[in-house]
């Protein structure tokens, strides 16, 4: 994400940093640079206009001008401004101090509602919070059984009543089922329209009077660009919304929805979706995408996903095995799981300070691969993976039979997992060095 804007922003910043001190004429070269990098971004030209004008007024200053290291003054200043643009600190989701905490999903069709509306159940019941999903979108084709697909994914309830045409009475149903079973949260799909229209609007100004919602989350398309912010202002005129969810910003290089949507409309985005698996929704942090955007990188979004995906208690079995030189093809295994809980490689680099999103795009772990040797483990007997060395010609064989695979592909596999285990080895000094508990991995 971003990363068109990211490589601009970051030449702008290459002239700065080639100078010992700088002049009022070499800040306004500079915001000249930025101001095309954002506009070229589709970021709003009010927004852009604002921006640039707080960056200059601070830029010209004594901070940076009779600093002895004025580039690394400005950067900290554009660091600081684009956190203020997109709301300064991520806004949790409003939770009711009664249950059930009623959630209105609206937005244009194609957005993301449905999916995102299961996206959040899921994050809720990570949090110990049950959900309810309440299917109002009467119009579109196959949208209550999509609900229904991906609630029962997630593990969340779908209610939805086909006998009813009423989205307003399906809404009500819903929150007062939630009311009888203890629901904690309850999430409203409603209906899109391909554009904004009168019909639509009076439907959801209908069911927001009659359920009256905690929140009222906008999905927005990111690639959508200038439009998203033509969007949101619509809806957020008519309906007062309470929050906006990005989604496809992993598809969005340019980045001008999220750096626009809360300077226009005053409404903060509260999450971001970063692919289409249905764990792939994040907390929108300001102060950490805008880090993201200056190529500094995320290291607090990087560590948050590692302990989520790797398990404290195997970790820990992990390091007593490593100690004791007993690391089994068994073991490696495990590690895929792991490695792959914490989603995609490339994105995950892309959060390393200093390097950019598509940097491993050459080197990147192939899905395919890691199911290919996921198969050749699964095909040995517990006993070869606990002793790979009784591996002889005729068994790599018959695994290479059962898993689909090459003998050449069993070899080398056999020959990563000699590699990690001397890295490992390394890594816990023979033994006799304690191994770190917080490195998940054993690759």
Do not use: W
Request: with cysteine; hydrophobic share 40%.
């Amino acid at each position: 994400m971003f990363q068109s804007l990211t490589d601009k922003i970051s030449d702008a910043f290459k002239k700065f940093r080639n100078k010992g001190k700088l002049t009022e004429s070499d800040v306004k070269e500079g915001m000249r640079e930025i101001k095309l990098a954002l506009l070229e971004a589709d970021v709003n030209f009010k927004v852009v206009k604002a921006f640039i004008s707080k960056v200059s007024e601070r830029a010209v200053g004594t901070e940076v001008l009779e600093s002895l290291m004025p580039a690394q003054q400005i950067v900290k200043i554009v660091n600081e401004e684009l956190c203020a643009i997109m709301g300064e600190k991520h806004e949790k989701l409003q939770i009711a101090p009664k249950p059930p905490t009623v959630v209105m999903m609206c937005g244009l069709q194609g957005a993301g509602k449905t999916t995102h509306a299961a996206k959040l159940a899921g994050l809720m019941k990570k949090q110990g919070k049950s959900s309810l999903l309440v299917a109002c979108d009467v119009y579109r084709p196959a949208a209550i059984k999509q609900l229904h697909v991906v609630g029962e994914q997630v593990g969340v309830k779908v209610y939805s009543n086909e006998s009813i045409k009423d989205p307003v009475k399906i809404a009500k149903e819903g929150v007062s089922l939630a009311e009888r079973e203890g629901i904690d949260v309850v999430f409203i799909d409603t209906a899109g329209r391909l554009h904004v229209d009168e019909v639509l609007m009076k439907e959801l100004e209908d069911i927001k009077a009659e359920v009256n919602p905690s929140e009222i989350l906008l999905v927005i398309d990111a690639m959508l660009g200038q439009d998203a912010v033509n969007v949101a202002e619509h809806f957020n005129s008519l309906l007062d919304v309470t929050g906006v969810i990005l989604t496809k910003l992993d598809g969005d290089t340019r980045g001008g929805a999220a750096l626009s949507v809360r300077y226009i409309t005053g409404k903060p985005i509260k999450y971001v979706g970063t692919g289409e698996k249905l764990d792939n929704i994040e907390p929108f942090h300001p102060e950490r995408m805008a880090s993201r955007i200056l190529g500094m990188g995320d290291v607090l979004s990087l560590i948050e996903k590692a302990q989520e995906s790797f398990d404290e208690k195997k970790a820990m079995e992990l390091e007593k095995k490593l100690r004791s030189q007993t690391f089994t093809l068994t073991d490696y295994l495990d590690q895929f799981g792991q490695l792959k809980n914490m989603g995609n490689l490339d994105q995950l680099v892309g959060m390393l300070p200093g390097m950019k999103t598509g940097a491993m795009k050459d080197v990147k772990v192939d899905e395919k691969q890691l199911a290919q040797q996921e198969a050749i483990i699964l095909s040995m007997t517990p006993e070869e993976r606990e002793n790979p060395d009784i591996l002889n010609s005729a068994r790599k064989k018959r695994i290479a039979a059962g898993s689909g695979t090459s003998v050449e592909q069993v070899n080398r596999l056999l020959k990563q997992f000699d590699q990690v285990k001397q890295l490992m080895k390394q890594f816990t000094g023979g033994g006799k060095k304690k191994f770190g508990k917080k490195f998940p991995f054993g690759f």
